[in-house]
């Protein structure tokens, strides 16, 4: 019996969907957290009986044939990346992006890897370097004798020296936008790198055309909303037990036919 097999599928393609949002609600607090969504299709088809086929010498036509679907699979787990809400730290070195782009981080490979967690330190040297102490291009040093750090919505970083009136520029935090921001590939601890799909990255200065601007002293929260996550898993957990409904009510039918005198 194919419901055997399509209810599989069914259970299947719902343990995914389960699973995605088992890890939106786990990060439900992460910084800059982009929740995914589970995307699925249906599987091909079998023609019993082909529609607009001949069904008499005289040219009459099947108007419907006779389809039977083979189930559904999951196509993709897509990245939702809408902004997250802002809030307010008061952390000299935390940054929020407002609208478009990603902060740049060089792994210690030399790979360059993608970011909106703005949740900056400081390395013993003074450079700027994320939680894992990954340098944040493009690899701007604070003087160990500075007084004040302050990040403009341009993304410049101004510092205030001992008996200076004027800060000093000691550099830009440049952003990067991609074509395809959903194609990116997550590598855990808020990393992104680039791929194919997500096309090449474009570096800019924030508040350029097309680029978001910088909050200094704010991260960005995850964007997961838990009452609609909730909501979602409460609709898969039916959509698992319906299909397991399926396959009991098959194997009940097949008994029927084997148990048959």
């Given at each position: 019996?194919?419901?055997?097999?399509?209810?599989?599928?069914?259970?299947?393609?719902?343990?995914?969907?389960?699973?995605?949002?088992?890890?939106?609600?786990?990060?439900?607090?992460?910084?800059?957290?982009?929740?995914?969504?589970?995307?699925?299709?249906?599987?091909?088809?079998?023609?019993?009986?082909?529609g607009?086929?001949?069904?008499?010498?005289?040219?009459?036509?099947?108007?419907?044939?006779?389809?039977?679907?083979?189930?559904?699979?999951?196509?993709?787990?897509?990245?939702?990346?809408?902004?997250?809400?802002?809030?307010?730290?008061?952390?000299?070195?935390?940054?929020?992006?407002?609208?478009?782009?990603?902060?740049?981080?060089?792994?210690?490979?030399?790979?360059?890897?993608?970011?909106?967690?703005?949740?900056?330190?400081?390395?013993?040297?003074?450079?700027?370097?994320?939680?894992e102490?990954?340098?944040?291009?493009?690899?701007?040093?604070?003087?160990?004798?500075?007084?004040?750090?302050?990040?403009?919505?341009?993304?410049?970083?101004?510092?205030?020296?001992?008996?200076?009136?004027?800060?000093?520029?000691?550099?830009?935090?440049?952003?990067?936008?991609?074509?395809?921001?959903?194609g990116?590939?997550?590598?855990?601890?808020?990393?992104?790198?680039?791929?194919?799909?997500?096309?090449?990255?474009?570096?800019g200065?924030?508040?350029?055309?097309?680029?978001?601007?910088?909050?200094?002293?704010?991260?960005e929260?995850?964007?997961?909303?838990?009452?609609?996550?909730?909501?979602?898993?409460?609709?898969?957990?039916?959509?698992?037990?319906?299909?397991?409904?399926?396959?009991?009510?098959?194997?009940?039918?097949?008994?029927?036919?084997?148990?048959?005198?």
């Amino acid at each position: 019996m194919r419901s055997l097999n399509i209810a599989a599928t069914g259970m299947q393609a719902q343990q995914t969907n389960v699973e995605v949002i088992s890890n939106n609600i786990a990060n439900m607090n992460t910084t800059a957290y982009s929740r995914r969504r589970t995307e699925f299709n249906d599987l091909l088809y079998q023609n019993l009986r082909r529609g607009g086929a001949a069904s008499s010498d005289a040219g009459t036509i099947v108007p419907a044939g006779v389809q039977v679907g083979l189930g559904v699979k999951t196509v993709a787990v897509y990245r939702i990346t809408e902004q997250g809400s802002l809030l307010n730290t008061d952390n000299t070195l935390d940054v929020a992006i407002q609208g478009k782009g990603y902060f740049q981080v060089q792994l210690p490979s030399g790979e360059i890897a993608y970011t909106r967690d703005g949740s900056f330190q400081l390395a013993p040297d003074g450079k700027i370097v994320t939680h894992e102490g990954f340098t944040v291009l493009p690899g701007i040093t604070v003087p160990t004798n500075a007084i004040g750090v302050s990040i403009n919505n341009s993304g410049q970083v101004l510092v205030k020296l001992d008996g200076q009136v004027t800060p000093s520029s000691v550099g830009t935090i440049q952003t990067t936008v991609f074509p395809n921001e959903a194609g990116l590939e997550a590598m855990g601890g808020n990393l992104l790198k680039e791929t194919p799909a997500s096309g090449g990255a474009v570096s800019g200065n924030p508040g350029s055309p097309g680029y978001g601007t910088i909050l200094q002293g704010f991260l960005e929260t995850s964007n997961v909303n838990v009452v609609a996550e909730v909501t979602n898993l409460i609709s898969a957990q039916r959509a698992y037990e319906m299909n397991s409904k399926v396959i009991k009510a098959s194997d009940d039918m097949m008994s029927t036919v084997v148990n048959t005198k």
